[in-house]
């Protein structure tokens, strides 16, 4: 019997020379068409001087030789129209820092990178806010509303503050008081409540809930130092890579590229973070804590605590990322018997971006507190009209101007 070959299999996987030639022409001009397109942008980028402006983030600009002048807060852009032109530095000892962790100083002569700012004016009582009399006017309720930056309003004039438009809404006859300040806890804002607020002849308190204000672990906090947090300090080249990080000085698109790619790690990792702060596996103990200060502010007799939890600015265009952790303050809040107003659910929907101060501060501008203040005042008159009840049961009355 002569001997059969099957030669199918080898015919099959030989491709004719035109075919293969097509298929490289095709691909090198998919290639050639991205390295033109990316080009073009790159050249654009150029022309425009456009770069991302993560890389350049909150500078702080203060008198060296006057510790008790104004600070600002310095911005590369002006996104929301609430900011202000530098103020004149050409006299007086100044200095611009960054907002990272450690401060860095950046030279004066660098200034003009982050053009506006706000301003912070504090009291003589401590207070980003106007002087208060010790007691309030006749028929007027003063309320203190306790928290720490998102309270004292960072990156925000004073006015756009959440105090000052809750008591604009509020109207004549109240007195919000600002009595925040950046960085504390809760149990550093129950020391404040039982040590400052007495003094400054409040009746009720409105203690501001956010997400970091819980203690963590050794473990947690290391880990805060290396995300260092989304709000603030997001100076991209500092955070993740120290001075340099692999994408600067390269080409304009791969600075964008590289931007993007670093801001999203750091929200993945940020988030995480503050999820894993009210997970009992790795914060029982704080958890406790947070718990018991909840109980004091509770106990405080005849000044009158509301909570309201404010949160993160991140996702509300999808499924708010931190929504269990508010389910469980809120939990702990009313456990202890305190009323619970939760912000979360007034923002979802919008989109995040345009509720922050800038992209490289990640705090509620003006606009955010404005929604979170009509939400606090209508929760109160329907819910609780009683708080805005004067603890002699005396009226309320309208300031005469």
């Not at 068409?33 to 500078?59: F, Y």
């Not at 203690?207 to 819980?214: G, K, Q, R």
């Not at 290391?222 to 991209?236: G, H």
């Not at 919008?350 to 005042?377: F, K, M, Q, Y």
Request: glycine letters at 8%.
């Amino acid at each position: 019997m002569p001997k059969v070959t099957d030669t199918s299999g080898a015919r099959a996987s030989i491709i004719p020379r035109s075919v293969r030639r097509l298929w490289i022409l095709r691909i090198g001009s998919v290639l050639l068409g991205l390295l033109v397109a990316g080009l073009g942008v790159e050249i654009a980028l150029r022309i425009l001087d456009v770069r991302p402006g993560e890389l350049i983030g909150k500078r702080i600009l203060l008198r060296r030789d006057d510790p008790t002048a104004l600070t600002f807060a310095c911005y590369p852009e002006n996104l929301h129209g609430e900011l202000s032109p530098l103020p004149d530095t050409r006299t007086g000892a100044w200095q611009v820092v960054t907002t990272t962790l450690p401060p860095r100083e950046v030279p004066l002569e660098r200034l003009g990178e982050t053009p506006w700012c706000v301003e912070y004016l504090i009291s003589p009582q401590g207070l980003r806010d106007r002087t208060y009399d010790q007691v309030p006017p006749p028929g007027v309720l003063r309320i203190a509303m306790l928290g720490d930056s998102f309270v004292l309003g960072e990156g925000v004039p004073l006015e756009r503050t959440l105090p000052k438009q809750t008591e604009k809404l509020l109207g004549s006859g109240y007195e919000v008081m600002n009595v925040g300040t950046s960085g504390l806890n809760t149990e550093q804002e129950l020391a404040a409540f039982e040590q400052r607020v007495p003094s400054l002849g409040a009746e009720r308190s409105i203690l501001v809930f956010v997400p970091n204000d819980i203690d963590g672990t050794p473990e947690l906090d290391q880990r805060e130092a290396m995300t260092m947090d989304q709000m603030s300090a997001r100076e991209l080249h500092v955070l993740l890579y120290g001075q340099e990080p692999w994408y600067a000085g390269s080409s304009r698109l791969v600075e964008f590229l590289g931007s993007q790619w670093a801001t999203r790690r750091i929200t993945r990792e940020t988030i995480r973070w503050y999820q894993d702060l009210y997970d009992p596996r790795f914060n029982q103990a704080n958890l406790m804590k947070l718990g018991s200060d909840f109980r004091h502010f509770a106990a405080a007799g005849k000044n009158r605590v509301v909570v309201v939890l404010y949160p993160l600015m991140e996702g509300f265009a999808g499924e708010y990322p931190l929504a269990a952790a508010h389910t469980r303050v809120a939990g702990m809040a009313r456990g202890a018997g305190l009323p619970v107003l939760d912000l979360a659910p007034v923002f979802v929907g919008h989109e995040t971006s345009e509720l922050w101060v800038h992209p490289a501060d990640h705090h509620p501008n003006g606009g955010a507190h404005e929604l979170a203040a009509r939400a606090i005042v209508e929760w109160l008159r329907k819910e609780h009209p009683e708080f805005l009840t004067r603890s002699s049961g005396d009226p309320v009355v309208p300031v005469s101007p």
